[in-house]
Structures are given as structure tokens and as C-alpha cells.
């Protein structure tokens, strides 16, 4: 288990630089097994030193890129996979550990969830155009591209979303996408309108 300050979700890619000495042991065990290991959000503490409390829904992250530098520390491209459910903590030794279950989701169907997935991409462009006016950093534009599965067009749209921490964690954890999308709806909703507001009064 790898705990971070940010959330993975599943299609998202993750570059990991990685130095901690547990986490190097992490880097090792993973690649010479199946390359797989957990991701979680921090829910209090930091992510160097240990001792921190994590959430209980995070993403499997799978290592598609691996080099190590000269004194030991690895650079890893890795891509969220399923998400799963921490059944408990095992202890830290050598590095974080858990006992979890994937968490299995039914594809949303493009009949019953197309329009909601329309309407989060338009908003997720418009909130992106807006930054950019704004000169605030952000995904281009011509990179919010989502995929017409809505199931897998949610997690898209979740990653690329220029939201916090604690908003993409709740989103990770809804078990449905029409409720990822709702949520995402509103949530791009009230930024694209707090960024108009700061775009007409400059």
C-alpha cells in the first residue's frame, strides 16, 4: 500500500518518484511480483515519516514504467486499475500493508447515463477554458476528452477535474456512475460559476 496526498482513480495515470526506504522496498517487492500495488488517501499525517491515517477506498495502481537512479531511488509510471475496500491495516513492516476486496462496479450503460456524461464533459471544458483565461494552471482543453463508456468517462472526468483531495475521495467512493457524474455535474457547475464571477470582475 502506497499512501498519498492525492487520489488515483482507475484509467488515471500516476508518476511516483520514489525514495523513502520503505517505499523503495514497496518498489521492489511490486516488480518482482504482478507490478501492482495499492493507492489511498491521507487522511491526517504526511506522507514521508509514517504514522499517518489513511481512507478506506482507494485504486489499485499498476506499474507500466520502472527506472532506478544511481543511488537508489525509483521513477515509476504506474495507471489506476480497479478501486477496492481496505478490510483492515496489516502492520508497516517493511511498508504499509492491508487485507482488501476490489470493488466491482457494473459499466453504466450509455442509454441511462450518455446524457449526464454529456453534460460533465461540456462543464469540464468550460471550467478548463476558464482557468486558462484566468492564466490558472490546468489540464488543455483539447486533453478533456472523455470516453463514451460513462462508467469509465466518470473516473476520466473525476481525475481531470480541478478539484481538492477530500472531493475527489468522496467521488472515488460513490459505487455508481450516475452518481459520479451528478456530483461532478454540480461540483463543475459551482466552479465554472465562481470562475465567471472572478473572470467578470477583473
Not at 64 to 70: L, S
Amino acid at each position: 500500500m502506497f499512501p498519498l496526498g492525492t487520489v488515483l482513480f482507475p484509467y488515471a495515470v500516476l508518476p511516483l518518484h520514489v525514495f523513502e526506504p520503505r517505499y523503495r522496498a514497496l518498489t521492489e517487492t511490486c516488480l518482482r511480483g504482478d507490478g501492482r500495488f495499492g493507492v489511498v488517501l491521507i487522511e491526517r499525517g504526511s506522507e514521508v515519516g509514517g504514522g499517518d491515517t489513511r481512507f478506506a477506498v482507494g485504486t489499485v495502481a499498476r506499474i507500466v514504467e520502472a527506472a532506478r537512479t544511481p543511488d537508489g531511488r525509483y521513477l515509476l509510471a504506474t495507471v489506476g486499475t480497479d478501486r477496492f475496500r481496505v478490510r483492515r491495516w496489516l502492520p508497516d513492516d517493511p511498508f504499509p500493508r492491508a487485507d482488501v476486496e476490489i470493488v466491482h462496479e457494473e459499466k453504466g450503460g450509455v442509454a441511462v447515463h450518455g446524457g449526464r456524461r454529456d453534460a460533465v464533459a461540456r462543464l469540464l471544458v468550460r471550467v478548463l477554458a476558464l482557468r486558462a483565461e484566468l492564466g490558472e494552471p490546468a489540464v488543455p482543453v483539447d486533453a478533456a476528452t472523455l470516453d463514451d463508456d460513462p462508467l469509465r468517462a466518470s473516473f476520466e472526468a473525476a481525475s481531470l477535474a480541478p478539484i481538492g483531495p477530500l472531493d475527489a475521495q468522496q467521488l472515488l467512493e460513490l459505487d455508481d456512475a450516475g452518481a459520479r457524474l451528478d456530483r461532478l455535474e454540480r461540483l463543475l457547475t459551482d466552479e465554472a460559476d465562481l470562475l465567471e464571477l472572478r473572470l467578470s470582475g477583473e
